[in-house]
């Protein structure tokens, strides 16, 4: 079963950037479907953008134009890039990995937006 862990999260002023990294542990990364996810406090978890293998990308509407999902399967790694960051933002970062139509989940990395 894939691991994953994230990094990258941290505390930026609103209109920043960052870029959010997860590493995957396997050898048949490129057979999942890897995803980010985000939950803020007292909320659900919500989707945030998913990538397939081959490289197709989709983001929830809150992000689009903002946020860019890429992967690089030979390093095993995906990534979000987050541009133009609003308060609203703020949340635990969870990246996810689904194959077969089961999800594995990384810890999380917190991203705080705020002046």
């Known amino acids: 079963q894939v691991q994953l862990v994230e990094s990258g999260g941290g505390l930026v002023q609103p209109g920043g950037s960052l870029r959010l990294s997860c590493a995957a542990s396997?050898?048949?990364?490129?057979?999942?479907?890897m995803g980010w996810y985000r939950q803020a406090p007292g909320k659900q978890r919500e989707w945030v953008a998913t990538?397939?293998?081959?490289?197709?990308?989709n983001y929830a509407d809150s992000v689009k134009g903002r946020f860019t999902i890429s992967r690089d399967n030979a390093k095993n790694t995906v990534w979000l890039q987050m541009n133009s960051l609003k308060p609203e933002d703020t949340a635990v970062y969870y990246c996810?990995?689904?194959?077969?139509?089961?999800?594995?989940w990384g810890q999380g990395t917190q991203v705080t937006v705020s002046s």
């Open positions: 990538i397939t293998g081959s490289g197709s990308a």
């Open positions: 996810s990995g689904t194959r077969d139509g089961f999800t594995r």
């Open positions: 396997t050898s048949i990364f490129s057979f999942y479907t």
